[in-house]
């Protein structure tokens, strides 16, 4: 299944031993309306290069209404974006 990764507003905390955190994140909805996410939980945080690219992804969890749900944050360290990724 391939993945789309979509732009996202994230709200991070940077420790002082440099250690990036994301706390919530926002995203642009299809009807161009903005959506507030509230992380609950980093269930675990790899990181990863691809083609130079170096990246740390956060597995997250969070409630949205009444429903958990289970995403992946990506940051793209030298170019300082987040992406949420999302399968199919």
Sequence with gaps: MPEKNIPVDVICICS????????????EQP?????????????????????????????????????AWMFDLKYLVRGHRWYLTQKG
């Design 16 to 27: 002082s031993d440099g250690e990036i955190r994301p706390l919530r994140f926002r995203m």
């Design 31 to 67: 009807e161009q309306t903005l959506e507030r996410v509230d992380i609950d939980e980093i269930v675990c945080m790899t990181q990863v290069r691809h083609t130079g690219a170096e990246a740390t992804i956060y597995r997250c969890r969070a409630a949205i209404g009444n429903q």
